[in-house]
């Protein structure tokens, strides 16, 4: 089982940046495939970035600005994001994948944090 806590949202005006940060549990850490999701309200949850030991894919809609990193030293994963839009507020979720392949797919990862919630103002 790994439990994941994201943190790190809040309010940015648009332009600005924010470091999301995602906490695992377990000591397998570096064997798992981690991504990160986004939900607005009214709208379907929506991949953004994911790593793992084969590399990293990006969201077409956040290609440029976010960078995603992880320390399995800390159990820890991290979304830089720069250049913030209004259009990127939402809830943004961390998710787990017993894989060391990347995967986009929300039905692809085995488990999921609470979120965090990222608000831009235009």
């Known amino acids: 089982q790994v439990q994941l806590v994201e943190s790190g949202g809040g309010l940015v005006q648009a332009g600005g940046s924010l470091r999301l940060s995602c906490a695992a549990s377990?000591?397998?850490?570096?064997?798992?495939?981690m991504g990160w999701f986004r939900q607005a309200p009214g709208k379907e949850r929506e991949f953004v970035v994911a790593?793992?030991?084969?590399?990293?894919y990006y969201a077409d809609s956040v290609k440029g600005r976010f960078t995603i990193s992880r320390d399995n030293a800390k159990n820890t994963v991290y979304l830089q994001m720069n250049s913030l839009k209004p259009a990127d507020t939402a809830v943004y979720l961390c998710?787990?994948?017993?894989?060391?392949?990347?995967?986009?797919?929300?039905?692809?990862?085995?488990?999921w944090g609470q979120g965090t919630q990222v608000t831009v103002s235009s």
């Open positions: 998710a787990a994948a017993r894989t060391l392949w990347i995967k986009t797919g929300e039905y692809e990862y085995d488990y």
């Open positions: 377990g000591r397998t850490f570096s064997s798992y495939a």
């Open positions: 790593i793992s030991r084969s590399g990293t």
